[in-house]
């Protein structure tokens, strides 16, 4: 039975870290094909990108500050998963 707990908590673990991780990557990764299809990403604000004669501008704006806190996510997320670690460590060596 104590396997399985902890088998539920490594998925928990992964997901808290990940998780977050995961949606700011997708986020990037649209951004750069957008920006290779010719959309303009800036921190002056919006410009017009039109995609299927929709101008999407406005809408993938605040997709630029995803490209440009990714680095922080990414230190985020070994750090959280270090404190995890960390934790469950000194919860072991208190049993």
Not at 3 to 30: C, D, I, Q, Y
Not at 56 to 80: C, N, S
Request: proline share 4%; net charge positive; aromatic share 12%.
């Amino acid at each position: 039975m104590r396997e399985n707990k902890t088998s539920g908590m490594t998925h928990v673990r992964r997901a808290f870290v990940f998780g977050p991780a995961a949606v700011w990557l997708a986020g990037f990764a649209l951004s750069c094909i957008l920006v290779l299809a010719g959309c303009g990403l800036h921190a002056a604000g919006p410009q017009e990108c039109i995609v299927f004669g929709r101008d999407i501008g406005e809408d993938i704006y605040p997709l630029w500050a995803v490209g440009f806190f990714l680095p922080a996510v990414l230190v985020w997320a070994a750090i959280g998963s270090l404190a995890w670690e960390l934790a469950n460590f000194l919860l072991r060596q208190l049993r």
